[in-house]
């Protein structure tokens, strides 16, 4: 009995090594693009550059395959690849062809996948929208009396009652009885319940970037259906104000529900690549005609957004970024801005009266009609700006700010500030100049 001989394959190591690489490069490829698409997307100004550009990297890799390919298919004794060895010859051609219906299967599983990812989001977002509007049902107990007595005394159902004396008859609008009180039945939001949708949505927005906006845009329709500026607020005499009122006012101004702060702090917390995202489809966060009265904004990232005629009291806003954002109307009367950056915004009619503006950055910001009276703005930075026909400040306002000649002060101003540099000055100079002098004056 003859013993099995295993032929020895020949092949140049070299040849294997570039046709299994180049299908293996090509795998990877595959993969690494697909995985992270969401990642690469965002910095891409059209999306096809992305198919083209995988597409012809795969092309290129794959010429060296072919040309390896074909002499082996041809006459691969005259290749010198197997030297006539028919086994080894058919174990590389079985390599070659099947590499291509691995990659094949693994882009199916993977595109499997991200659609079985994608229902499940949509279930997460639709189960945390039903989430928001949670609502739960609370009883109140109240005294007849209290309700008969707050009714329009010219109805004859009120009359009859009261000359009941409260305890008799037995009418079914007031359903008065010989018992004192009644039962009111009424439904109020969950707030808990909501708290967990909003984080929930949090979540989502953070672990898929494709949705950030949808639910961004969820949250900031759910801030302006519940917590609506209120159009009729009584205006206060800023520049005649005493203690006593001011005082006053301050105790009327009351916080939100924690529900609407919550978002706040979702908006605020935004990572790089959700913002890269906003940018590159040029979404604005839209949270305009809203009371924001105490919010805390610090350090939050509000660029762009979207902001009119706000009622942002007494906010607490120390370092937020309000670059290019749109505040046309809002009340910041009370407001705590220190070090925040407001360039590029429009302030147009807003109201900054007592506002904290210590170190705030206001380049190029439109102030026409904005009211700053008794506001704190020493060492804000105002460059390009121009405070024509606004009102409430001062000579000595505007000699604690910093500016340079493209700064427009006080029509009533006779002299600039000696220590604003009398030359227009690039942005990157400017706030060296602006930093030497908050160094010099702290």
């Not at 407001?335 to 302030?347: G, I, K, P, Q």
Request: aromatic content about 8%.
């Amino acid at each position: 009995m003859n013993d099995i001989v295993i032929p020895e394959i020949t092949i140049s190591h070299w040849e294997l090594f570039v046709v299994f690489l180049t299908f293996f490069s090509l795998l990877m490829l595959i993969l690494v693009v697909s995985t992270n698409m969401n990642k690469i997307t965002p910095y891409l100004t059209n999306a096809n550059i992305l198919s083209w550009s995988a597409g012809g990297l795969a092309f290129l890799l794959f010429v060296p395959a072919v040309g390896q390919l074909v002499p082996i298919v041809w006459d691969p004794k005259a290749s010198g690849l197997l030297q006539g060895d028919s086994r080894g010859y058919a174990v590389l051609l079985a390599a070659i062809v099947g590499a291509p219906l691995v990659v094949w299967r693994t882009v199916v599983a993977h595109m499997q996948s991200n659609t079985a990812a994608q229902g499940l989001i949509t279930d997460r977002i639709t189960k945390a929208v039903e989430q928001l509007g949670s609502e739960k049902t609370i009883q109140n107990i109240q005294d007849i009396q209290d309700k008969i007595t707050n009714q329009s005394s010219a109805t004859p159902i009120f009359n009859q009652a009261f000359n009941s004396g409260f305890n008799q008859g037995n009418d079914q609008k007031f359903q008065i009885n010989d018992e004192r009180y009644y039962s009111i039945t009424k439904s109020v939001p969950n707030l808990e319940v909501r708290l967990g949708g909003i984080y929930a949505l949090e979540r989502i927005a953070r672990d898929s970037l494709d949705d950030h906006i949808t639910v961004m845009e969820i949250l900031c329709a759910y801030v302006r259906n519940n917590s609506p500026v209120n159009r009729n607020r009584i205006p206060i005499n800023w520049a005649e104000v005493e203690s006593g009122a001011l005082n006053n006012w301050r105790a009327s101004v009351h916080s939100v529900r924690f529900d609407i702060q919550a978002i706040i702090d979702v908006i605020a917390r935004r990572n790089q690549e959700q913002i890269n995202r906003e940018t590159l489809e040029e979404y604005q966060l839209d949270i305009s005609y809203c009371n924001l009265q105490r919010v805390d904004f610090r350090k939050g990232n509000f660029d762009r957004a979207l902001m009119n005629h706000n009622d942002m009291n007494m906010a607490k806003m120390k370092g937020v970024k309000l670059n290019q954002a749109h505040l046309e109307g809002a009340a910041l009367n009370d407001a705590f801005l220190r070090e925040a950056e407001l360039n590029s915004a429009n302030l147009m009619g807003a109201q900054l009266n007592k506002a904290n503006l210590f170190m705030a950055q206001m380049n190029g910001t439109e102030l026409f009609r904005a009211a700053f009276v008794d506001a704190n703005t020493s060492l804000t930075a105002v460059r390009s700006t121009s405070f024509i026909l606004t009102s409430g400040l001062t000579a000595d306002n505007v000699n604690r700010m910093f500016g340079d000649n493209s700064t427009i002060p006080i029509e009533r101003m006779e002299d600039r500030p000696v220590h604003w540099p009398t030359e227009n000055l690039s942005t990157i100079e400017f706030l060296q100049r602006w930093t030497v002098h908050v160094n010099a004056t702290q």
